[in-house]
């Protein structure tokens, strides 16, 4: 029997593995599953233990009391769900990026989480890949000199894919603090969608350290001729005095270092990222090492990701971190042109209807 009981909110995607991989670590006991539609639950739970399933979060978090309240819910729900770990007295909640839509939203989930001891985490579980793991070793060890840059580019739309982008080369850059934000966004499509998100974004940072971080996210992002794998095609690196080092999520690593060449190989995989993931929250529960998904960690990153979406809609530099709520994607629709978006890669153009 694990000692922590998980109660996972949410069995789509990211709540089978968020099941599996607390199942599989014997510090944990999944006690139930929980999805509005019944049907996702019955075969999820003959592969976790049979625990209890129901459609209410709510009543299932009263009722089982659970020490992990774990919710992957798709981004549009995110401060009822908070609510509900906290009221019932979770020692961790721990959620799937993004932290949230917009930074209304965002403060909603900080405000609540700021009544409550939890410890809270967010799952930016891909920097668990070695390839990923490899860029910071040789980042931290010193070997591309003092980091001046850091940057990030995906092909997909930024509610997938900024918040991982920005928290990467955050971690590259030891999570100095941003202190402002600028950016320009184009297309529309994307706007209806769940994730909802212009189709591209770009935008600059400058962190408290003195280096400049730069994004692109979207339709519009330059190609990685690296990957073949679509959702793969994500740069995320750091440029120093003395070289670079980058990471290409679907294929490997490279640095260009004064001491030479270095590249290896990875590949962003569930199986693999999730239970280093899941192991460090055991951590963090029983010896206190905070996790490196925590939500200070996430946070940051995600008022910088709120930051380029409201100076895509307002324009100038926005100063962060923010003190006031607003709904940025309502902004967006509001102040974006109709002209389709300009796509980079063929093959992006069935995402964004262009
Ligand atoms: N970290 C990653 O690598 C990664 C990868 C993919 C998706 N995500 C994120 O994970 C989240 C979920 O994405 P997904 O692809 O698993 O979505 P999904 O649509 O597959 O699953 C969401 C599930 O939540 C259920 N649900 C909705 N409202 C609910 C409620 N009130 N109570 C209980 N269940 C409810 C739905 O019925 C569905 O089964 C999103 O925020 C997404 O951005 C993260």
Same mark, same amino acid.
């Given at each position: 029997?694990?000692?922590?009981?998980?109660?996972?909110?949410?069995?789509?995607?990211?709540?089978?593995?968020?099941?599996?991989?607390?199942?599989?670590?014997?510090?944990?006991?999944?006690?139930?599953?929980?999805?509005?539609?019944?049907?996702?639950?019955?075969?999820?739970?003959?592969?976790?233990?049979?625990?209890?399933?129901?459609?209410?979060?709510?009543?299932?978090?009263?009722?089982?009391?659970?020490?992990?309240?774990?919710?992957?819910?798709?981004?549009? @729900?995110?401060?009822?769900?908070?609510?509900?770990?906290?009221?019932?007295?979770?020692?961790?909640?721990?959620?799937?990026?993004?932290?949230?839509?917009?930074?209304?939203?965002?403060?909603?989930?900080?405000?609540?989480?700021?009544?409550?001891?939890?410890?809270?985490?967010?799952?930016?579980?891909?920097?668990?890949?070695?390839?990923?793991?490899?860029?910071?070793?040789? &980042?931290?060890?010193?070997?591309?000199?003092?980091?001046?840059?850091?940057?990030?580019?995906?092909?997909?739309?930024?509610?997938?894919? @900024?918040?991982?982008? &920005? $928290?990467?080369?955050?971690?590259?850059?030891?999570?100095?603090?941003?202190?402002?934000?600028?950016?320009?966004?184009?297309?529309?499509?994307? @706007?209806?969608?769940?994730?909802?998100?212009?189709?591209?974004?770009?935008?600059?940072?400058?962190? $408290?350290?003195?280096?400049?971080?730069?994004?692109?996210?979207?339709?519009?992002?330059? $190609?990685?001729?690296?990957?073949?794998?679509?959702?793969?095609?994500?740069?995320?690196?750091?440029?120093?005095?003395?070289?670079?080092?980058?990471?290409?999520?679907?294929?490997?690593?490279?640095?260009?270092?004064?001491?030479?060449?270095?590249?290896?190989?990875?590949?962003?995989?569930?199986?693999?990222?999730?239970?280093?993931?899941?192991? $460090?929250?055991?951590?963090?529960?029983?010896?206190?090492?905070?996790?490196?998904?925590?939500?200070?960690?996430?946070?940051?990153?995600?008022?910088?990701?709120?930051?380029?979406?409201?100076?895509?809609?307002?324009?100038?530099?926005?100063?962060?971190?923010?003190?006031?709520?607003?709904?940025?994607?309502?902004?967006?629709?509001?102040? @974006?042109?109709?002209?389709?978006?300009?796509?980079?890669?063929?093959?992006?153009?069935?995402?964004?209807?262009?």
């Amino acid at each position: 029997m694990g000692r922590y009981k998980v109660l996972v909110v949410g069995l789509g995607k990211r709540g089978k593995h968020h099941a599996t991989h607390f199942h599989a670590n014997p510090t944990f006991e999944v006690v139930g599953l929980c999805d509005i539609v019944p049907t996702q639950l019955a075969a999820v739970a003959s592969t976790v233990g049979n625990p209890a399933t129901g459609t209410d979060a709510a009543a299932m978090a009263r009722e089982l009391k659970p020490d992990v309240f774990c919710f992957t819910t798709l981004p549009d @729900l995110r401060s009822d769900m908070i609510r509900i770990g906290v009221e019932c007295g979770a020692k961790m909640i721990a959620f799937e990026k993004p932290v949230a839509l917009t930074s209304e939203e965002g403060l909603k989930v900080k405000a609540l989480l700021s009544t409550s001891p939890a410890k809270v985490v967010v799952s930016h579980q891909h920097r668990y890949g070695k390839h990923y793991r490899a860029a910071k070793e040789t &980042i931290a060890g010193g070997k591309i000199g003092k980091v001046h840059t850091v940057y990030g580019t995906a092909e997909g739309w930024a509610a997938h894919m @900024l918040s991982h982008l &920005i $928290d990467y080369s955050m971690w590259y850059n030891d999570y100095a603090r941003p202190a402002w934000v600028m950016a320009q966004a184009a297309g529309r499509h994307k @706007l209806e969608d769940v994730h909802t998100s212009p189709d591209y974004i770009g935008g600059f940072v400058q962190f $408290d350290n003195g280096v400049r971080g730069v994004y692109e996210c979207g339709g519009g992002a330059p $190609d990685v001729p690296e990957v073949q794998r679509w959702w793969g095609k994500n740069r995320i690196g750091a440029v120093g005095t003395e070289g670079y080092a980058e990471v290409y999520t679907g294929n490997g690593w490279k640095a260009v270092t004064k001491a030479g060449i270095l590249t290896g190989d990875g590949a962003m995989a569930y199986d693999q990222d999730m239970p280093g993931y899941i192991q $460090d929250m055991a951590d963090w529960l029983d010896h206190g090492k905070v996790h490196p998904c925590s939500f200070d960690n996430a946070y940051a990153g995600f008022e910088v990701m709120m930051g380029m979406l409201r100076s895509a809609a307002r324009g100038g530099q926005v100063t962060l971190p923010l003190r006031d709520g607003a709904n940025e994607l309502e902004e967006l629709k509001r102040a @974006l042109s109709d002209a389709p978006l300009q796509v980079t890669l063929e093959e992006s153009r069935k995402e964004y209807n262009c």
